[in-house]
């Protein structure tokens, strides 16, 4: 079943649902408003669900060989982002619906040349759509129409890259990374506008209220704040 664990740390539903894979799930997530599910899995499928009804919605053929490594929806569940070993995909339904009958599609298909993304969030704004991090770099995407470019985030005047990146969200309009370091850094295009030095240890995850959009939980490897 799926089961949801919100910032309190209190258990808000457990549905059975039939798995309809027919491989390893490699990576889940839920929708904001938790009615919507997508799993990837090792074979480079994915499917969407209703965690209302524990009902299967529709499948989506992301890559036809490699495994799926992360995913994501947008703030509205209008689109859903994917990574796999060698590519960034956009998936959109322009109803919202995410059914079969909806037509759900593709839209934009980028290489991830050497990268290995270790985190992936999807504030889908007018600067900031996507955001890759990892070992010694962190990127900002933007998606026009169906074309997927990146740049390279901006640390101060000197332009320095951060070692690595393990987290990355939307917190009230604004983009939210962590880095390796402990910091955490506020951005407005490829510009960091703000950097808070959070933990001791390396940031591994970040975790936004939804109910409360200007407040952030940021979790070490040793302490969560």
Not at 113 to 136: A, E, K, N, R, Y
Not at 197 to 223: F, G, N, Y
Request: hydrophobic share 35%; glycine share 8%; aromatic share 8%.
């Amino acid at each position: 079943g799926i089961r949801d664990h919100c910032v309190t740390g209190v258990q808000t539903c457990a549905l059975p649902i039939s798995c309809s894979h027919d491989s390893l799930i490699t990576c889940m997530t839920l929708s904001e408003d938790k009615k919507l599910a997508v799993s990837g899995t090792e074979n480079g499928n994915a499917v969407v669900w209703d965690t209302l009804t524990g009902q299967k919605l529709t499948s989506l053929e992301v890559s036809d060989k490699d495994p799926i490594r992360y995913v994501a929806f947008n703030p509205d569940y209008s689109k859903i982002a994917f990574i796999d070993n060698n590519y960034l995909s956009v998936f959109i339904s322009y109803s919202g619906n995410w059914t079969e009958g909806a037509g759900p599609k593709r839209i934009a298909h980028s290489g991830l040349d050497s990268t290995v993304p270790l985190t992936l969030s999807f504030p889908d704004q007018d600067d900031i759509t996507l955001v890759t991090g990892g070992v010694g770099f962190l990127r900002l995407w933007t998606l026009q129409g169906t074309n997927l470019s990146w740049s390279n985030a901006i640390f101060g005047e000197s332009g320095g890259q951060p070692s690595s990146t393990f987290a990355s969200t939307s917190v009230d309009g604004s983009v939210v990374t962590g880095s390796n370091e402990g910091t955490l850094n506020v951005w407005y295009g490829s510009d960091c506008l703000k950097s808070t030095k959070a933990h001791d240890s390396a940031i591994i995850a970040l975790v936004s209220d939804r109910k409360s959009t200007s407040e952030l939980q940021s979790h070490s490897d040793l302490v969560c704040r």
